[in-house]
């Protein structure tokens, strides 16, 4: 079993949708990362948090820290939002990173 | 501000060839890393700098060997390329150990 889990793994919306990307976790960490890959191969960080909630546009990230799980969340979606969204968490040094879930967002 | 830069952008070898991949950042980060991307998983560790003169091994490292050049750069090398090498290398960097990673365009490598 993966220690990082993503879901789904493929997610197609019409424009202005609310999407929910979801991640859980199985091992101890110290932060989780929320990442964006471009259909160009580009990789962005969205959000680094530890407990509660972060806002950034029309992007949310939350983490349950006793639940082992985190979600993103994007409201009122564009075609632009079309990317691989990436779930990583911190351990006790290294990255271990999700599969990504990779989000099509229809005109 | 440059952030993160890697070359080459494209490469091929053929097996048994060599070659060294070049990373760089501008942001006076410590610690540095090598990732490899495979279609369908995760990016993997391959080789981290937490800082300067310092090098570990991650979860694949096996093939490759790392330089920490200095601070801003962090070289990977595949000394007799194989095709299960075959991927998408990605470099990046971060100011410390908890925190944001910013990573390079990537390096797209087939080996035949």
């Known amino acids: 079993k993966n220690e990082v889990e993503q879901s789904p793994q493929n997610l197609t919306a019409q424009e202005g949708e609310f999407i929910t990307i979801n991640c859980s976790y199985s091992?101890?960490?110290?932060?989780l990362h929320w990442l964006q890959q471009h259909p160009g191969g580009g990789i962005v960080s969205l959000f680094m948090?530890?407990?509660?909630?972060k806002k950034h546009g029309r992007l949310i990230a939350t983490i349950n820290i006793q639940e082992k799980h985190s979600s993103l969340h994007i409201t009122a979606s564009h075609p632009r939002d079309s990317a691989v969204y990436i779930c990583?968490?911190?351990?006790?040094?290294?990255?271990?990173w999700g599969a990504g879930t990779k989000l099509i967002i229809k005109p | 501000n440059a952030g993160v830069t890697q070359t080459p952008k494209f490469q091929v070898l053929k097996t048994g060839q060599s070659m060294t991949l070049q990373c760089a950042q501008d942001?006076?980060?410590?610690?540095m890393y090598w990732y490899r991307q495979d279609p369908g998983m995760g990016l993997r560790l391959i080789y981290y700098s937490a800082s300067e003169g310092t090098t570990d091994k991650g979860e694949v490292p096996n093939g490759y060997n790392v330089s920490r050049l200095n601070k801003r750069e962090f070289s990977l090398r595949l000394e007799s390329a194989a095709p299960s090498q075959t991927s998408v290398y990605f470099c990046?960097?971060?100011?410390?150990?908890?925190?944001?990673?910013?990573f390079g365009p990537g390096t797209r490598l087939t080996v035949t």
């Open positions: 948090l530890s407990s509660g909630k």
């Open positions: 091992v101890g960490i110290s932060a």
């Open positions: 990046a960097s971060s100011d410390g150990r908890v925190s944001e990673q910013y």
């Open positions: 942001m006076n980060h410590n610690s």
């Open positions: 990583a968490v911190r351990g006790n040094y290294q990255l271990i």
